[in-house]
């Protein structure tokens, strides 16, 4: 039987969408360690979408999650 893989990945384009930022902000918080990422080819990063989310946790304002 085949393992199922449950990891989503973004393209950097939809992470950028998701954080309302620019792409090379994203590859910015990828140098930094703040987002994890991962090189499909030569010319391919995706990014893991649970460091997406750990990124907008980790960061409220105010009250608001």
Known sequence: MAATITRRLDSLNDA???LA?????VRRYIADGQ????RLG???LRIKVDSIERFIDARPV???R
């Open 16 to 18: 950028a969408e998701a």
């Open 21 to 25: 930022v620019s792409t090379r902000t």
């Open 35 to 38: 987002l994890e990422a991962v």
């Open 42 to 44: 030569r010319k391919t």
């Open 62 to 64: 105010g009250n608001w």
